[in-house]
């Protein structure tokens, strides 16, 4: 499509709920970026996609968050056992490519809550 | 110290008057962004940077890559320009983006 598109928009978990996120890049695009803000205007990096390959994960939890991208699926972003501190408001970003000429093109976001 | 910092936090302006944004940064880039995030939440993508002067419509944005920081300005601004204007680099090391705090403007009428 022309735009990314994350579902759902909203998402209400329990603590201790798994909660699981999508986003469909741009179509054409080959990187795929998660990006996790919270309080405010705090964005956090989260993991990045080549296609199917994971590019950079520095930025993921070693614990409870996991993320896919698979061909001819939209893109996942998981999180096992929610956590309080898990509630924001999470971002995917799709580019064409991961270098100087790229430009992140932003999703909606998906509002995630754990009560 | 965050490596990427906005002044001012947050600034209120009367309709029409003209806006400037500052965005500096510690560390060595490839591009600098600024986005808009609406009250909705959504963000879109105003600007990528990595050298000079950029305008489109009433937004122009610079970028000194000596000194490490970026401005973004606002011609006759309006009450739809109200948002949190936000400022993010790449790395040279990298692809990800690195955010700064953000910078909430209301223009008022």
């Known amino acids: 499509g022309e735009e990314v598109a994350q579902t759902p928009k909203h998402l209400v978990r329990g603590e201790g709920q798994k909660a699981k996120l999508y986003c469909a890049p741009i179509?054409?695009?080959?990187?795929v970026f998660w990006y996790q803000q919270v309080l405010k205007n705090e964005f956090k990096f989260l993991i990045s996609f080549q296609n199917e390959n994971v590019f950079d994960e520095t930025g993921m939890p070693k614990e409870r968050f996991s993320a896919k991208c698979l061909p001819n699926s939209p893109c996942s972003l998981e999180i096992q056992a929610t956590k309080l501190e898990d509630s924001a408001v999470y971002f995917c970003?799709?580019?064409?490519?991961?270098?100087?000429?790229?430009?992140?093109?932003f999703g909606p976001g998906t509002r995630l809550t754990v009560l | 110290k965050n490596e990427v910092e906005q002044s001012p936090q947050n600034l209120t302006a009367q309709e029409g008057e003209f806006i400037t944004i500052n965005c500096s940064y510690s560390?060595?880039?490839?591009?600098l962004h600024w986005l808009q995030q609406h009250p909705g939440g959504g963000i879109v993508s105003l600007f990528m940077?990595?050298?000079g002067k950029k305008k489109h419509g009433r937004l122009i944005a610079t970028i000194n890559i000596q000194e490490k920081h970026s401005s973004l300005h606002i011609t006759a601004s309006h009450p739809r320009d109200s948002a949190v204007y936000i400022c993010?680099?790449?790395?040279?090391?990298?692809?990800?983006?690195?955010f700064g705090e953000g910078t909430q403007l209301t223009v008022n009428p």
């Open positions: 940077l990595s050298s």
């Open positions: 970003a799709s580019s064409q490519w991961a270098s100087v000429y790229n430009e992140q093109f």
């Open positions: 993010a680099v790449r790395e040279t090391s990298g692809s990800r983006l690195t």
């Open positions: 179509k054409g695009h080959s990187y």
């Open positions: 560390v060595g880039i490839s591009a």
